[in-house]
């Protein structure tokens, strides 16, 4: 007897866990606001732009010069390569360019000399005719100043030329000086946007190669959250119109405003965490929604990645935002 009640009590409690379950589960539907027809939900994670501040050129990390939270502008020195090479091989092209312009400066003084030389035969020859015609002097001596002329004429054209090579050397040297301090100035690494430290990934002393990452940088102002629509709601949203709510985890308290910003061209089977496998069975729409700007502004501390929420998207302007959802 003792054994048929004690089955029997347990019998009971489970029942009333059974019917305690059952109430609050109720209790906890009842309690979920109810959504207008014309406005759907689904649920995502909030993400948003990452720029990655990677070495252009190969070589050592020299300084990193801000750490991982903080608060960047744009074009602000955020790293700095080892530049010590460079450095060296600058003097050096900038020696080249002085000595291309000695030379060039040489030239000139051979041209002027050339010049004059030329200018002598020139005059010499034209003595020489003059006698040739009195037979004063021999053919002989006629031809050899008309040679004289000549080769006054050559001796000329060779030190232009030389000039020009020396200008073309001082072009050539120059660049190569440009270059050398596009690459200096490459090596201290700005930061291509205002945003915050997401990562910090090399530190001093480690020796990067081309294209080695250093930093991500994270775009506080450019926050959205990815869901998946089916198509019966995906062909109803105009982008850059369709306006939308968010209600993160975190704070369930606060609609966030924003807007779609971009419905995918195509539909696609939708990952395993957003809906169940009866969901995923069905082709759906990527909807991508933007976090209004100006309410980011206000709110910097959302500029973070991975909090989960719901979002609300309303797909006729005419349907007023429920209370819950203004």
Do not use: C
Not at 36 to 47: L, Q, T, W
Not at 240 to 255: E, K, M, Q
Not at 296 to 307: Q, Y
Not at 312 to 319: A, G, K, P, V
Request: charged share 25%; hydrophobic share 45%; net charge neutral.
């Amino acid at each position: 007897m003792a054994d048929q009640h004690a089955k029997l009590w347990k019998y009971v409690v489970v029942l009333l866990a059974i019917i305690a379950i059952g109430i609050g589960s109720l209790w906890q539907y009842l309690q979920k606001p109810i959504l207008p027809s014309g406005i759907v939900a689904s649920n995502g994670r909030i993400e948003a732009i990452e720029v990655d501040i990677t070495s252009k050129f190969g070589g050592r990390l020299a300084t990193v010069l801000v750490n991982e939270g903080d608060n960047v502008n744009l074009k602000q020195s955020l790293a700095q390569m080892d530049t010590k090479e460079l450095d060296a091989q600058l003097r050096r092209a900038n020696a080249e360019v002085r000595r291309a312009r000695q030379e060039k400066n040489v030239a000139t003084a051979v041209i002027a000399q050339r010049k004059s030389e030329l200018s002598l035969a020139k005059k010499d020859l034209e003595r020489s005719k003059g006698l040739y015609e009195n037979d004063s002097i021999s053919l002989e001596q006629l031809q050899r100043d008309e040679t004289s002329v000549q080769t006054a004429q050559a001796t000329l054209a060779a030190a232009k030329a030389q000039r020009s090579n020396a200008d073309a050397a001082i072009e050539a040297a120059i660049a190569n000086t440009e270059l050398l301090k596009v690459q200096l100035d490459d090596s201290v690494l700005k930061a291509p946007i205002n945003g915050r430290v997401l990562y910090r990934l090399s530190e001093p002393g480690e020796v990067l190669p081309a294209g080695g990452k250093v930093l991500t940088i994270l775009d506080p102002m450019d926050i959205y959250m990815t869901v998946f629509l089916p198509t019966k709601n995906a062909v109803k949203l105009a982008v850059g119109v369709s306006s939308a709510r968010l209600i993160l985890d975190g704070i369930p308290d606060t609609a966030i405003p924003a807007t779609v910003t971009f419905v995918a061209p195509s539909a696609q089977f939708t990952p395993k965490e957003v809906e169940t496998r009866t969901e995923r069975e069905k082709l759906m729409f990527r909807v991508k929604i933007k976090l209004d700007a100006d309410f980011l502004k206000n709110h910097i501390e959302l500029a973070k990645t991975g909090v989960p929420g719901m979002a609300y998207i309303r797909l006729d302007s005419n349907i007023q935002w429920p209370d819950h959802l203004l």
